[in-house]
């Protein structure tokens, strides 16, 4: 293990994330706000640190799998602690835990919150919490990795630690701008959501926060009422249009930009994700329509919910937590599913479910007639069985992780939908839950303890489980290793 490039690279993105306070200092500085002076200190200890791991570069700068995987669970971890500060410092989030939940729940694009009321934030705070959304979206390592030179027969390895989806590839043969044109997309398609939502009537503040919450799929707002706030159909719409757009794999943006039109609309996990969320809203809009005034309100309110649960993006317009349990049901299914590998989405990724489904089908029908040789095919390829069997494991362990959570947060003794919800939507990174957890509650009266199991639900999450998981084992094993001595 090459610990002294670990430590160097980690130094790298602290002071990277530093970098990425500016603005909201800028905020803070133009509305002459408290939280000026936290965002001036969090900016000094946080490059502080960064500059401190950087004293002693390593001599060889090579890294394999097992690097990128402790310095993608390292980076998010560190990343957080330090986007921590800015809340805390400002006293505005009084306790270190509270505060550490929010910039957790930011970085990995989940929207929960301990906050009951968010208005009483500065500007400068409101823009850091939702731009955590849009830094954490894309991905801190990615944009590492599109700004700084890197070995690119190495840097793959971070790319993969940190991408979702079962699989990643290069889009051009250098990694690196591979890195840039993911981001290219991504600005772009931010700044066109920006536009539009300017055109609707927004502010330009509120546009941005709104813009920048959509393209990291996480949902923070700027008012207690979310959406509803603004009580335009115009704007949900707009809303609701950029949740999908971000929810699917972007390297179907770079079929489109390159001109290669039939890659992309041939994409089966493409066809699988429009094809749920149209049966999705059709089924809430029929069962919450007695609720409202008429089929088109209802399809309004539910094709809003429906792009929001499935993208992870947890906008609200409406309290569905009032909706027929049936809904209910049907948007909890929503929050496992999740949106597109390759997006900033979080949850299963539909790619996934299509394969467990295909490989489920085919030992079905494997163990009704024994003979039959079949390769499971998405996309119209061939899956290798390696591909199939890790995702299977991945599942699994989803949900013993998931289990043993609730078991955890039960302990709290809130009622039995609060519990599982709030598991479901930390770990699935999508933001509202149910009951005490729903669009119009939060998170505040859970214990520390529990705060601390939704944060590391989060960042397994948005990590996929296996970077983290792997941080945790080889500390276990060196802890190991160190009692043995004795």
Same mark, same amino acid.
């Given at each position: 293990?090459?610990?002294?490039?670990?430590?160097?690279?980690?130094?790298?993105?602290?002071?990277?994330? /530093?970098?990425? $306070?500016?603005?909201?200092?800028?905020? /803070?500085?133009?509305?002459?706000?408290?939280?000026?002076? /936290?965002?001036? %200190?969090?900016?000094?200890?946080?490059?502080?640190?960064?500059?401190?791991?950087?004293?002693?570069?390593?001599?060889?700068?090579?890294?394999?799998?097992?690097?990128?995987?402790?310095?993608?669970?390292?980076?998010?971890?560190?990343?957080?602690?330090?986007?921590?500060?800015?809340?805390?410092?400002?006293?505005?989030?009084?306790?270190?835990?509270?505060?550490?939940?929010?910039?957790?729940?930011?970085?990995?694009?989940?929207?929960?919150? +301990?906050?009951?009321?968010?208005?009483?934030?500065?500007?400068?705070?409101?823009f850091w919490r939702s731009f955590t959304h849009w830094i954490g979206g894309m991905g801190i390592l990615v944009f590492l990795l599109a700004i700084l030179p890197q070995n690119n027969s190495h840097s793959m390895h971070l790319m993969r630690s940190e991408a979702p989806g079962p699989e990643v590839s290069k889009f051009v043969p250098r990694l690196r701008d591979s890195a840039?044109?993911?981001?290219?997309?991504?600005?772009?398609?931010?700044?066109?959501?920006?536009?539009?939502?300017? %055109?609707?009537? $927004?502010?330009?503040?509120?546009?941005?926060?709104?813009?920048?919450?959509?393209?990291?799929?996480?949902?923070?707002?700027?008012? @207690?009422?979310?959406?509803?706030?603004?009580?335009?159909?115009?704007?949900?719409?707009?809303?609701?249009?950029?949740?999908? +757009? %971000?929810?699917?794999?972007?390297?179907?943006?770079?079929?489109?930009?390159?001109?290669?039109?039939?890659? /992309?609309?041939? @994409?089966?996990?493409?066809?699988? %994700?429009?094809?749920?969320?149209?049966?999705?809203?059709?089924?809430?809009?029929?069962?919450?329509?007695?609720?409202?005034?008429?089929?088109?309100? *209802?399809?309004?309110? *539910?094709?809003?919910?429906?792009? *929001?649960?499935?993208?992870? *993006?947890?906008?609200?317009?409406?309290?569905? @937590?009032?909706?027929?349990?049936?809904?209910?049901?049907?948007?909890?299914?929503?929050? $496992?599913?999740?949106?597109?590998?390759?997006?900033?989405?979080?949850?299963?990724?539909?790619?996934?479910?299509?394969?467990?489904?295909?490989?489920?089908?085919?030992?079905?029908?494997?163990?009704?007639?024994?003979?039959?040789?079949?390769?499971?095919?998405? @996309?119209?390829?061939?899956?290798?069985?390696?591909?199939?069997?890790?995702?299977?494991?991945?599942?699994? +362990?989803? $949900?013993?992780?998931?289990?043993?959570?609730?078991?955890?947060?039960?302990?709290?003794?809130?009622?039995?939908?609060?519990?599982?919800?709030?598991?479901?939507?930390?770990?699935?990174?999508?933001?509202?839950?149910?009951?005490?957890?729903g669009p119009t509650g939060n998170f505040y009266d859970f214990s520390g303890f529990s705060k601390l199991i939704f944060c590391l639900n989060m960042l397994l999450g948005r990590l996929e489980i296996y970077p983290l998981l792997f941080c945790f084992t080889l500390s276990a094993q060196k802890s190991t290793k160190f009692q043995?001595?004795?």
């Amino acid at each position: 293990m090459n610990k002294r490039l670990i430590l160097f690279q980690i130094g790298s993105i602290l002071i990277l994330e /530093a970098g990425l $306070m500016l603005p909201s200092l800028g905020v /803070a500085l133009l509305h002459s706000e408290q939280s000026t002076t /936290a965002f001036f %200190f969090s900016i000094l200890i946080t490059a502080g640190a960064g500059l401190l791991l950087k004293l002693f570069p390593p001599q060889d700068r090579r890294f394999g799998s097992r690097e990128g995987l402790v310095i993608t669970g390292l980076a998010w971890i560190l990343a957080s602690l330090f986007g921590a500060l800015p809340f805390y410092l400002s006293a505005q989030i009084p306790s270190y835990i509270d505060a550490l939940f929010e910039t957790v729940s930011g970085f990995t694009t989940t929207g929960s919150t +301990i906050l009951a009321n968010i208005e009483i934030l500065d500007q400068g705070l409101l823009f850091w919490r939702s731009f955590t959304h849009w830094i954490g979206g894309m991905g801190i390592l990615v944009f590492l990795l599109a700004i700084l030179p890197q070995n690119n027969s190495h840097s793959m390895h971070l790319m993969r630690s940190e991408a979702p989806g079962p699989e990643v590839s290069k889009f051009v043969p250098r990694l690196r701008d591979s890195a840039k044109i993911l981001y290219q997309i991504y600005i772009l398609l931010t700044l066109i959501m920006v536009g539009c939502l300017l %055109f609707a009537g $927004m502010p330009l503040f509120d546009s941005l926060c709104t813009a920048f919450g959509t393209a990291g799929t996480g949902g923070f707002g700027i008012w @207690n009422d979310s959406i509803a706030h603004y009580d335009s159909v115009l704007i949900e719409q707009i809303i609701a249009v950029f949740m999908v +757009i %971000f929810g699917i794999n972007f390297s179907l943006y770079f079929f489109v930009f390159t001109g290669k039109l039939k890659n /992309a609309f041939k @994409n089966e996990e493409f066809h699988w %994700f429009l094809g749920i969320i149209l049966a999705a809203i059709l089924m809430i809009a029929v069962n919450i329509m007695p609720l409202f005034d008429g089929f088109w309100t *209802s399809w309004r309110h *539910s094709s809003f919910a429906v792009t *929001s649960i499935i993208s992870t *993006s947890g906008f609200a317009t409406v309290d569905f @937590n009032l909706w027929p349990t049936f809904s209910k049901i049907v948007l909890c299914l929503l929050m $496992m599913v999740g949106s597109c590998a390759g997006s900033t989405g979080g949850g299963m990724k539909i790619v996934r479910i299509g394969i467990l489904f295909k490989s489920l089908t085919r030992d079905l029908k494997k163990f009704i007639n024994p003979r039959i040789i079949r390769r499971v095919r998405f @996309n119209g390829l061939s899956i290798d069985e390696h591909v199939v069997a890790g995702i299977q494991s991945y599942f699994v +362990i989803y $949900m013993l992780i998931i289990l043993a959570s609730i078991l955890l947060i039960s302990l709290n003794g809130f009622d039995m939908t609060t519990t599982i919800t709030s598991v479901l939507t930390t770990f699935n990174n999508v933001g509202p839950g149910l009951e005490m957890v729903g669009p119009t509650g939060n998170f505040y009266d859970f214990s520390g303890f529990s705060k601390l199991i939704f944060c590391l639900n989060m960042l397994l999450g948005r990590l996929e489980i296996y970077p983290l998981l792997f941080c945790f084992t080889l500390s276990a094993q060196k802890s190991t290793k160190f009692q043995s001595t004795f």
